[in-house]
């Protein structure tokens, strides 16, 4: 069973920068997709990152220029560095893993931007 615990999330003021990691287990393939989305209080769930086996790199308009998505694939783990956070970068950041059609989520990590 495949499972996702992400790790790294905690308060920052604005304009700092964090790590998040995630580290993926149980049957991971060798091909798939990683990436991390954020979830505001009272708002849907948002696309942030994503990062294919062989480096392929996509991420959301907002934080272009400010997170980079890499993966260590011997250690099937996957990170965002967040870098000039801003205040509506605050909400729960979790990772997600796509193989043969499957869809995987972890718990989340919460990150809070303060002004």
């Known amino acids: 069973q495949v499972q996702l615990v992400e790790s790294g999330g905690d308060l920052v003021q604005a304009g700092g920068s964090l790590r998040l990691s995630c580290a993926a287990s149980?049957?991971?393939?060798?091909?798939?997709?990683m990436g991390w989305y954020r979830q505001a209080p009272g708002k849907q769930r948002f696309f942030v990152a994503g990062?294919?086996?062989?480096?392929?790199?996509n991420y959301a308009d907002s934080v272009k220029g400010r997170f980079t998505i890499s993966r260590d694939n011997a250690k099937y783990t996957v990170y965002l560095q967040m870098n000039s956070l801003k205040p509506e970068d605050t909400g729960v950041y979790s990772c997600?893993?796509?193989?043969?059609?499957?869809?995987?989520w972890g718990k989340g990590t919460l990150v809070t931007v303060s002004s």
């Open positions: 997600n893993l796509i193989q043969f059609d499957m869809n995987y």
């Open positions: 149980g049957g991971i393939k060798s091909t798939n997709v």
């Open positions: 990062i294919t086996t062989s480096g392929r790199t």
